[in-house]
């Protein structure tokens, strides 16, 4: 699937190697305070082969400023800038510009540790694996943000799994996670599956890593935490939940359920059980919202049937409770 891209300006930034074993994708919006030291720890990875393809998505800060300064000593650092159209544009835009052998998506705020693109590229290479996994940990700036996920997985075996499989232990373990930074993909097997990230929604990652995994033959399990997540404010994780995340959802439910029709028995009952996990979890976060936005939610889950896969606490939360209350 291929998406168009508009006010789409390339600054030139020198000339690059034919052929580089990793494209790593960025996309930067407003981060300013983050994206150089995000930038090093990409351009100092002991595996140098690599391009690095900024994409500035219609920053209105100094990021802009920041990464072209680094270009100019370093010609693997391509500098792509559009208006702002979101993340999955900025990401899918990468994927089509990409040269490399293995593709890597890193986030404008976050750091990666030095050896990691090595050892994925090493580790994929000997085993023959559409891409490795590996998890993070956590960098909260501030001690007053509420942030409940766990990036560690040491309980997954290091084998090559088929991806159904894999995704399914995830699923019973609750240990599954969307991010597309704990992957890193073989190119080839993204154009393959002609995977791409669905545009003009959040919670895009939901959709493209579910399909990441089901669709795989052979994924390798790395068990260090080679990436550094920072929490901060006003990002999409720790902002107040809202009827943008309700619509993201509902989007990536939909596009699965398109997307099974397709797939074996075995595949469909993993995505459904997970399409479950994921209803309740958001139905009920959506207590945060009016009245009317819930009841809205209410109608929309027995129009589409949904209502068949919420628990009845679930339903009692979205329709009775409030902020003063504990269930």
Partial sequence: MLYLFYSLRKLPTGRLMTKPKVSVIMPVFNTEQYVNEALMSIINQTLKEIEIIVINDGSTDGSLEVISRIAE?????????QENQGQSVARNLGISIAKG?????????????LDALECCYNKCEAESLDFVFF?????????????????HRTEIEEKVYYGAELLNELINKYLYRVAPWMNFIRLSYLH?????FYPGIIHEDEL???????????????????????????????????????????????????????????????????????????????????????????????????IRHLRIKTIFILLFKSHNTTI
């Fill in 101 to 113: 052998e293995y593709i890597y998506f890193m986030d404008s705020d976050d750091l990666l540790d």
């Fill in 208 to 306: 493209f890593s579910a399909i990441l995994y089901i669709e795989a033959e052979r994924v390798g399990r790395i068990n260090k935490n080679y990436f550094k997540r920072r929490v901060r404010g006003n990002s999409t994780m720790t902002k107040q939940f809202s009827w943008k995340n309700i619509e993201g959802y509902f989007t990536v439910i939909e596009q699965l359920r398109e997307y099974i029709e397709r797939k074996t028995e075995y595949e469909k009952a993993i995505i459904c059980r997970y399409i479950k996990i994921m209803l309740n979890v958001i139905i009920r976060n959506a207590y945060v919202l009016s009245a009317k936005e819930r009841y809205l939610i209410f109608l929309h889950c027995i129009k589409f049937r949904y």
């Fill in 135 to 151: 998890d993070a940990d956590i960098i909260c700036e501030n001690k007053e943000i509420s942030f409940s996920i766990d990036y």
């Fill in 73 to 81: 000593n370093d010609n693997r650092v391509q500098i792509y800038s």
């Fill in 192 to 196: 393959k599956i002609r995977l791409n």
